[in-house]
């Protein structure tokens, strides 16, 4: 086994402390990664504080993982040491299932494995990025390419690849009128990598607090609430970053003939939509997760050419707990992302 240091919540209420976690040794198709950044997801904060209900203790989070190859299995192709790699929210898949076998492992409802949180095959409890070292399948290692810094990055591999998907899915480009609600940790990304692919895109936002980031990240247009009455039936796609509940007629109302608003946010309760704003216009209302290996590295290679990055704040691991309540606050512009060299020092 191999040993590291790690960044570890004992309990929901516990602070961060640093503890030495085990590694599995190098097999045949892994590669061992010596982790320099690790991005700080708000989905984080939701395990680490059992606030999605199924936490397994002590945990390690961390799911945007940038760092460089340490050693290669005999079998690994393609992965050389010293190549720079990152790793998102899974680290294993059956392999097998039609999600699989179509490169969207993300989908897999039969033996997904998250890179946190999660149960490996071997039984034990993954351990994820806040840490110095990992070792994972080489199927679930993506290349960054060298324009993209690690630290800005890091949040790629989640918030990236989230907000690529449906935009790509639901053909985002030009001629087309995209609309991303919530001009955050996902809608900043969102906003570069639609300007990118050509579409027309607006941010829809409460207030005017965050015009100046978006136009300066490519925003064509920026509302806020008083103008969605003038906004009906102007858009092609909505993508909603909104994590909290909120009755989605208002913003459905936004779309054109054939339009579609596509769900990334979580809410605690079930969502709310009037029928009718379906039925007009012939709406689709659609969900999304992250993505898959194939298509992960399809939009780190995107952003690279296209000079897309997330915006972030690069934190010490003694500021973790900090972090973790200026996130639940909103007090954020626009991703954390943990230093690791900093772990040892704690």
Known sequence: MITTKARAMAGPTAPFATVTVERRDVGPHDVLIGIVYAGVCHTDVHHARAEFGHTRYPIVPGHEIA??????????????VGERVGVGCL????RECPACQAGQESYCRRGKVLTYNGVGRDGATTLGGYSE???????????????????AA???????????????????????RVGILGFGGLGHIG???????????????????RRGDAERLGADDYRTAGDLDALKDSFDLIVSTVPTNYNL???????????????????DEPLRIDPYTLLTNRRTLAGSMSGGMPQT??????CAANGIQAQVEVIPAKALDEVYDRLTAGDVRYRFVLDVATIAGT
């Open 154 to 176: 890091a949040p790629l591999l989640c918030a990236g690849i989230t907000m690529y998907q449906p935009l790509r899915r639901w053909g985002a480009g030009p001629g087309r």
């Open 297 to 302: 590295q399809e939009m780190l290679d995107f």
């Open 67 to 80: 760092g460089v190859v340490r050693k290669v299995g005999s079998e690994v192709r393609g992965l050389a």
């Open 133 to 151: 070292l990992v070792v994972v399948d080489q199927r679930f290692v993506a290349r960054i390419p060298d324009a993209l810094p690690l630290d």
């Open 191 to 209: 906003v570069q990598i639609s300007h990118a692919l050509g579409a027309h895109t607006t941010v829809l936002e409460l207030n005017e607090d």
């Open 91 to 94: 680290v294993d898949s059956c």
């Open 249 to 267: 007629s208002a913003h459905l109302d936004l779309l054109d003939l054939d339009g579609t608003l596509v769900n990334l946010g979580v809410p």
